[in-house]
């Protein structure tokens, strides 16, 4: 994983809106723009809350988000991750693999603790950060709205420093 530069916000917008049809990893229900993610991608900070990308064959096949949780000064040992990744390379390890990698660089980062906000019927990325000792912290119930349908939100979180 590197570092993402602002040449890259492009792929990472294409993954993520990749995801948003599958009504399982993201509550936008339409494509963001990048120029609507710019903002966000500014807000990283590669030695505090860094947006990092993996590469193979130097293309963006993947990224992971650390965000300061809730903004707040008390809660800045703790940081929310997202991982996303592209539709052909789902399914294959990338995502254990960025999870580990990501995992390892809390200390650098000073983060103690690590939360992640899924849906809780996306079984798939809560077995994956189960299978890091990531437990259940909290459970928002039919908080989100799509395509008529109401889906609870899962809070997952871990001690890691």
């Known amino acids: 994983m590197r ?27 339409k494509e963001v723009s990048v120029e609507s993610k710019l903002e966000w991608f500014r807000e990283h900070n590669p030695e505090k809350r860094p947006l990092l990308v993996h590469e193979d064959n130097d293309k963006i096949v993947g990224w992971v988000s ?4 809730y903004g707040r000064p008390a809660y800045d ?16 390890g990338l995502g254990r693999l960025l999870l580990a990698e990501s995992l390892e660089l809390t200390t650098s980062l000073s983060i103690k603790n690590i939360v992640c906000f899924i ?22 119930p039919n908080v989100a709205e799509m395509d008529g349908k109401e889906y609870s939100l899962s809070i997952i979180g871990k001690r890691v420093n």
Not at 66 to 69: E, H, K, N
Request: glycine share 4%; hydrophobic share 35%.
């Open 3 to 29: 570092n993402a530069t602002e040449k890259d916000l492009e792929d990472i917008v294409t993954i993520y809106n990749s995801t948003i049809a599958t009504r399982q990893s993201t509550a936008d229900t």
């Open 77 to 92: 040992n703790t940081a929310e991750i997202s991982i996303y990744i592209s539709p052909v390379y789902r399914g294959k």
């Open 119 to 140: 849906f809780s019927h996306n079984l798939a990325s809560i077995k994956l950060f189960k299978s890091f000792g990531f437990e259940n912290w909290g459970k928002l």
């Open 66 to 69: 650390f965000q300061s949780f």
